[in-house]
């Protein structure tokens, strides 16, 4: 539930409310919501509603801002924003949650602390995390949505099966150059996303941030209608069914269904490979950046402030408190907390890995 501090009954003096209210909240925390007050589609009940509803955003780059800024100031009560990365000066192009001051810092982190200063009556919990198949059912534990705001395909087959599983709505939503998908997954009701592409494309042949770059109007774009289609969803009122494209470049727009397939061996059979960990990497390039992430191996890792002395002898250490960022040999390792390290200077896996086992360990 949503705490508003001090409860009491909203009256008729501030909004025309002509709902019998259920919940008692402040009449200065509905007084701005007035203008979703008024929309016929929401009204009060369908802000109850919100104001009750838990989203998870995984991915806090550009359309994963576009999305959470939305919810947040929709009114849903409780929200929580994962990304694993830190904000590097070329995330501010497109990256609205974020500007100068925040370069260097956590992702999830700085977004969360922004959230709260755009809405601080709403619940906002932060993961600096890299969602796989370890942690993504406790994070999204009691979402009733999961916006999907990654950079890779295989984070989102990922939550398809968690979706699938657990019974959870998501909605996907890929942007690249000039052009975005977006598509709601309903279990039971739609498609889900192995329906539409039954196996995670081979690395590489898919287009991505880093290779043809992207215009930053589209994840504005995409995300709002991902945003749009989420509430939709929360209140249960006419939400797509459809993949929906657009290219804002080309001023192009287009819909189609998306059927689901008999032998879909996720939503049909209930096969959930990627979650028990199967094929599942340790290696990933990372969208947008000359960078490659290496999952630790190890279930037992050294404290960031061991790992720091070591590594002070071999180059320069710089401690986050989350995270060490370490540069050596021309490149730039930014460590997490359990070992998860962002290698930035290269998009050569094995150059990543290397430099992983040179300085993190073997
Ligand atoms: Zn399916």
């Not at 998870?56 to 100031?73: E, F, K, P, Y």
């Not at 916006?147 to 599983?165: P, Q």
């Not at 059979?269 to 990497?281: A, R, S």
Request: charged share 25%; aromatic share 6%.
């Amino acid at each position: 539930m949503v705490s508003f501090g001090k409860g009491m009954t909203l009256g008729p003096s501030s909004i025309s409310n002509p709902y019998p209210l259920s919940v008692s909240v402040m009449e200065k925390d509905l007084d701005r919501y007035r203008r979703q007050l008024i929309l016929k589609d929401i009204g009060m009940d369908g802000q109850m509603r919100l104001l009750d509803s838990k989203v998870t955003v995984i991915g806090c780059g550009a359309t994963g801002s576009v999305i959470a800024n939305a919810l947040a100031r929709s009114g849903v009560g409780h929200l929580t924003v994962v990304d694993r990365d830190v904000v590097e000066p070329d995330n501010l192009q497109r990256q609205l949650l974020f500007d100068e001051d925040d370069i260097g810092c956590a992702k999830a982190a700085a977004a969360g602390e922004r959230l709260k200063v755009i809405n601080s009556s709403i619940e906002v919990s932060s993961f600096v995390e890299d969602v796989g198949p370890g942690n993504i059912a406790p994070i999204t534990k009691g979402s009733d949505l999961i916006m999907d705001a990654t950079d890779n395909m295989a984070t989102r087959f990922l939550m398809n099966e968690l979706s699938v599983r657990e019974g959870i709505p998501w909605i996907y939503t890929g942007v690249v150059e000039t052009m975005g998908m977006s598509m709601n997954i309903v279990p039971g009701k739609t498609a889900c996303l192995r329906c539409a592409l039954p196996a995670i494309p081979a690395a590489g042949t898919l287009p991505t941030c880093s290779t043809v770059g992207i215009i930053n109007t589209i994840p504005s774009l995409m995300g709002s209608i991902a945003a749009t289609e989420a509430i939709k969803l929360l209140l249960g009122k006419g939400w797509s069914s459809d993949m929906v494209v657009y290219d804002v470049w080309k001023g192009f727009f287009d819909r189609f269904p998306v059927k689901r397939r008999v032998d879909c061996e996720c939503c049909v059979e209930h096969k959930f490979d990627l979650l028990d960990g199967k094929g599942w990497g340790g290696a990933s390039r990372l969208c947008g950046s000359d960078a490659v992430q290496i999952t630790s191996p190890h279930d037992q890792f050294p404290s960031l402030k061991d790992l720091s002395r070591r590594l002070r002898a071999v180059g320069e250490v710089e401690d986050h408190g989350e995270f060490l960022r370490v540069r050596a040999e021309g490149y730039e390792l930014v460590i997490f907390k359990g070992g998860r390290t962002i290698v930035h200077g290269t998009s050569d896996e094995l150059v990543a890995r290397s430099l992983y086992s040179k300085y993190v360990g073997n």
